[in-house]
């Protein structure tokens, strides 16, 4: 039986791997997983009573575009947010979370030849790996951009050759950043979108921890498209409520844009699309219109952030993360470093290069692991003292 070789060159996905890496050894101590980044701060207290009210709807089919309801909420709360006012029925369509838009939209938009070749899907290296996924699915090739230090942990597509930047049909950008915390400024997002123009490629946006900031709340791609009167069919911005609202079981996110990208969206979607169920969708609307448990949410974050930063005071190469729950510390080796800890302390972590590739430039990640946040107060604070003492002391 042949397979299709268009997804003959992915790696394992990451958990797996790190499940071959650290499995068959002891834990060195009490378990705690720091790999991944599944939020565990209460989620809001009306969510239950909100689901109990909306239960009849399990005896009704789900619109496959996302209720008016839930459509006008998310519309409110993009103007609230960004100042950007869209058309709920033609400019924003519900998901069952974001990772299914993000693949679905390449699939929608990414022509089957830009510039006379294979199209390019550029992307940052490291990754969220459904961005190469569906570049394979959609026949396009995978461009890798390496974000690093050097580059403020961002994809530099200002260093593509004339003809990759022709050849591109799609960039993704995630801002804030996963794994690193960088943010994308309204400079960075007026660069892109100037490239994007001059070169007639898609904007893909995936800002799920936009709402989960430090200081200063992130600038977002549809508002700086706005404000530059870029076409807003040339950007799609996909959010969340598993970060912002810690519901990653919701599974209810959003994907908006141009009128006429997001009609080739939906028609797709009408297809092959698994719409959230109703009850869910009632759920998401009222969460979306209430931001006092966010701003609760994000000021637990910051409280841990704190913590990291007085941890890791004596470590040069320390970066502080602006945004996000990740931490991504570097280290002589991610897997080796990922192996001791586990031995030694029972911590689990993510080998950074697990999250990218190799490239003519190397393996930005290599070098790294990503340690998420998410878990207690004191188990965070546990976590980061085993990996101060354990791999820097």
Same mark, same amino acid.
């Given at each position: ?15 797996? $791997? ?6 068959? !050894?002891?834990?060195?101590? +009490? ?9 565990? !701060? ?34 409110? @709360? ?7 006012? #869209? ?17 679905? +939209?390449?699939? +929608? ?29 959609? =026949? ?8 690093? %230090? ?21 960039? *993704? #950008? ?8 960088? #943010?994308?400024?309204?400079?960075? @997002? ?43 069919? %040339?950007?799609?911005?996909? !959010? ?16 908006? =844009? ?12 009408? *297809? ?15 969460? @979306?219109?209430?931001?006092? !448990? ?47 800890? @586990? ?13 990218? $590739? ?12 990503? #340690? ?22």
């Amino acid at each position: 039986m042949d397979f299709p070789e268009r997804f003959s060159t992915l790696p394992e996905y990451a958990f797996p $791997r790190l499940r071959a890496l650290l499995d068959s !050894h002891a834990p060195g101590g +009490a378990p705690l997983a720091m790999s991944i980044g599944e939020p565990q !701060h209460a989620f809001p207290a009306f969510v239950s009573e909100a689901l109990a009210e909306a239960m009849p709807l399990f005896n009704k089919y789900p619109p496959n575009d996302g209720s008016p309801d839930l459509l006008a909420a998310i519309g409110d @709360w993009i103007a609230g947010r960004y100042g950007v006012t #869209v058309d709920p029925a033609t400019q924003v369509l519900a998901l069952n979370g974001t990772r299914e838009g993000l693949f679905a +939209a390449c699939l +929608a938009l990414c022509p089957d030849r830009k510039a006379g070749a294979t199209p390019r899907v550029a992307m940052p290296n490291p990754f969220y790996q459904v961005y190469a996924v569906g570049a394979k699915a959609a =026949g396009a090739e995978p461009l890798f951009v390496n974000a690093t %230090r050097d580059t403020g942990f961002l994809p530099d597509f200002t260093t593509l050759s004339e003809a990759e930047l022709d050849e591109t049909a799609i960039a *993704y #950008v995630c801002s804030p950043s996963n794994p690193q915390g960088a #943010v994308a400024d309204a400079a960075y @997002w007026r660069a892109l979108l100037t490239l994007a123009e001059r070169h007639d490629f898609y904007v893909f946006a995936d800002e799920c921890y936009s709402e989960v900031y430090r200081n200063t709340p992130p600038p977002g791609a549809l508002q700086i498209a706005t404000e530059m009167g870029v076409d807003p069919d %040339r950007v799609v911005i996909f !959010h969340s409520l598993s970060k912002r609202s810690n519901l990653p079981g919701l599974r209810s996110g959003f994907a908006a =844009g141009g009128p006429r990208a997001m009609a080739e969206l939906k028609k797709l979607r009408a *297809y092959a699309g698994a719409p959230l169920p109703g009850p869910l969708q009632a759920v998401a609307a009222k969460v @979306w219109r209430d931001e006092a !448990h966010v701003v609760e949410n994000r000021a637990l974050y910051a409280a841990k952030f704190d913590r990291a930063d007085a941890v890791f005071a004596d470590l040069p190469a320390y970066v502080s993360p602006s945004a996000g729950f990740f931490l991504w510390l570097p280290v002589p080796d991610g897997e080796a470093a990922a192996l001791k800890l @586990w031995t030694e302390t029972g911590l689990r972590v993510l080998p950074g290069a697990y999250l990218s $590739r190799d490239t003519d430039r190397g393996n930005p990640g290599k070098g790294f692991i990503r #340690v998420a946040l998410v878990a207690p107060a004191e188990d965070v604070d546990r976590g980061l003292i085993h990996i101060r003492d354990c791999l820097y002391s």
